[in-house]
């Protein structure tokens, strides 16, 4: 399966970005994708993911501003992220099965 996401951008503190990864396959069964992100020297950090009968998990650091949502039909997981700070910079990689995208730049700066 390859993943490609898009979304990513420069955006001030307090602003919202959307970020899709869409699938080259059906994600329909899907039950477990996720959202990662990684700022250099660190490793990669789980930020939002599915977990099975509908369920989501997020992140305590991103709780109440960032959510994971799906669109099956058109094979592309989302995450919404909003009120967005300094400490949220990094880039954004999606994983679904045994594949990550190339991932996406986020940028949060005054």
């Known amino acids: 399966m390859q993943l490609e996401e898009s979304g990513g951008d420069l955006v001030h503190p307090g602003g919202s970005l959307r970020l899709s990864c869409v699938a080259s396959?059906?994600?329909?069964?899907?039950?477990?994708m996720a959202w990662y992100r990684q700022v250099p020297g660190r490793q990669r950090e789980l930020v939002a993911e599915?977990?099975?009968?509908?369920?989501?998990r997020i992140a305590d650091s991103v709780k109440g501003r960032f959510t994971i949502s799906r669109d099956n039909a058109k094979n592309t997981m989302y995450l919404q992220m909003n009120n967005l700070k300094f400490e949220d910079t990094a880039k954004y990689f999606c994983?679904?099965?045994?594949?990550w995208g190339p991932g996406t730049q986020v940028t949060v700066s005054s």
């Open positions: 994983h679904i099965r045994d594949s």
């Open positions: 396959e059906s994600i329909f069964a899907v039950n477990t």
């Open positions: 599915f977990i099975g009968a509908g369920m989501t």
